[in-house]
């Protein structure tokens, strides 16, 4: 069939293990949706849903698929004034021992609440350029440098 993308819903069990075996497979562009309180929580959770599929691997193992088969975790929050907003941007980066290393790239900063009662705040970058920057560009997508400079806020 040779998909181009590999888009799951929402993953709350086993089948989590078939997702990750499906996105190591070369696939690039697969997405799927888990709820977590935060990104490194979302991994947590992932590495719980691996061990419901009854799959005999180690911890460590679990870790190296999950790292390499996903790249960017974002993070989407119900903010006070009932709106969700994309609040954190990150890149898992490999593993390092037995953990998965990540880099939060962009953030919502909340500032405030404006007088309407809608949340007030901006975007940022981190000032972390992430490492897929480079396949995009190869891909010829480039992105100019100044969109990581934390300086800029977008709204």
């Known amino acids: ?9 929402e993953v709350r069990g086993a089948e989590a293990f078939d997702m990750l075996q499906a996105m190591n ?3 690039e562009g697969s997405m799927s949706t888990i709820h ?29 698929q999950v790292s390499s088969a996903i790249d960017v975790v974002l993070q989407v929050s119900r903010m006070t ?3 969700r907003k994309v609040t ?19 953030m919502f900063k909340q500032t405030g609440i404006k ?3 809608s ?11 992430p490492a897929f920057a480079e396949r995009l560009k190869v891909s010829g997508h ?3 440098d100044k969109f990581f400079d934390p300086a800029v806020r977008y709204s």
């Open 1 to 9: 069939m040779r998909p181009d993308r590999i888009i799951l819903g």
């Open 25 to 27: 497979t070369g696939h």
């Open 36 to 64: 977590a309180n935060a990104p490194r929580d979302a991994l947590s959770r992932l590495e719980n849903m691996l061990g419901m599929a009854g799959m005999n691997m180690t911890i460590k193992a679990m870790r190296q």
């Open 81 to 83: 004034d009932g709106r």
């Open 88 to 106: 954190s941007i990150q890149e898992i980066t490999g593993m390092e021992g037995d953990m998965i290393t990540m880099q939060e790239i962009f």
């Open 115 to 117: 007088p309407d009662g």
């Open 119 to 129: 949340v007030d705040g901006y975007f940022c970058a981190t000032g972390v350029r």
């Open 142 to 144: 480039p992105l100019p």
